[in-house]
């Protein structure tokens, strides 16, 4: 794991971001590699830097997949969050343009302030993605670039899909917290959702907890992807768990899929759905 400490940033605070290279990086020095940028970096890795003491451990369980010849290697570049701006720093600032401007400074308002998700972006992809491209043997393109995050991580995730289009080519949206973005979501998504047949997109949840408040917005979504074109078990899926809730060691349970589904086989994309998973 290679850490760069406080990496410095014109549009947002400094923070940690982690890479992690693919088994067989040092050995293949010819091979380039597609790129898994992760949100909430902390919780992606080790358990001992995880803000609740679980991680993700996304690279054990890409690390088997690429053994069982479930995935292509990849890089996963997971980018740490910032306990007093990841609200901000996460929630998409577009759609909120749907509102009028007296009902945006209400709302805003009472969300802790104005969304800097657009700062965010430009950090990631003015910033840090050439960095990583410049020091990594990365495949830099669209469709070898990817996203994923959970709960506000999930809204950025979408977010940059839509923003930058010709940067990112699939994302994976776990857990996603739509009350966030209630009520502007929709319509922003029917203006802004990319071309499906370029991009890929992944979204679940689960039926306890928090995630149980998911349902009636993602059902909107999920027409939204409909009516965009998009293609269930091709270029888009939408799942939910029975019995997960919204927590890391959750989402490490599931993580496969959307690993799968980003960075493996497209027959394989309807397969494999633990829990009850079920596509819609």
């Known amino acids: 794991?290679?850490?760069?400490?406080?990496?410095?940033?014109r549009h947002v605070a400094p923070r940690h971001v982690d890479i992690w290279l693919p088994p067989g990086y040092e050995s293949e020095p010819d091979r380039r590699y597609p790129v898994l940028y992760m949100h909430d970096g902390q919780n992606c890795f080790v358990d001992e830097d995880a803000g609740f003491g679980v991680a993700w451990q996304v690279q054990n369980v890409l690390a088997q997949m690429i053994a069982a010849g479930q995935t292509q290697p990849a890089i996963i570049v997971g980018i740490w969050s910032i306990d007093q701006w990841r609200l901000v720093d996460y929630r998409p600032a577009r759609p909120f343009s749907y509102l009028s401007a007296g009902a945006r400074a209400r709302v805003l308002a009472g969300m802790g302030g104005p969304p800097r998700a657009d700062g965010y972006l430009a950090f990631?992809?003015?910033?840090?993605?050439?960095?990583i491209d410049a020091r990594c043997r990365t495949r830099p393109g669209r469709a070898h670039t990817f996203t994923m995050g959970s709960s506000m991580g999930g809204l950025i995730s979408l977010y940059a899909l839509c923003e930058y289009p010709d940067v990112f080519g699939g994302a994976a949206c776990v857990s996603t917290h739509w009350p966030a973005v209630e009520g502007v979501i929709t319509p922003y998504l029917r203006d802004r959702l990319p071309d499906p047949a370029t991009h890929r997109l992944y979204f679940d949840q689960g039926t306890v907890t928090i995630d149980n408040l998911y349902r009636p917005a993602q059902s909107?979504?999920?027409?939204?992807?409909?009516a965009a074109g998009y293609t269930a078990g091709m270029n888009?899926?939408?799942?939910?768990?029975?019995?997960a809730g919204h927590c890391e060691a959750d989402w490490h349970e599931r993580v496969h899929i959307p690993l799968r589904f980003l960075l493996g086989?497209?027959?394989a994309l309807v397969r494999?759905?633990?829990r009850g998973g079920r596509n819609h």
């Open 1 to 9: 794991m290679i850490r760069l400490e406080n990496f410095p940033s």
């Open 236 to 243: 888009w899926l939408s799942r939910v768990y029975p019995g």
């Open 220 to 226: 909107l979504v999920d027409e939204a992807m409909v």
């Open 124 to 131: 990631i992809v003015d910033e840090l993605k050439p960095l």
């Open 272 to 274: 494999d759905a633990p």
């Open 265 to 267: 086989q497209d027959e």
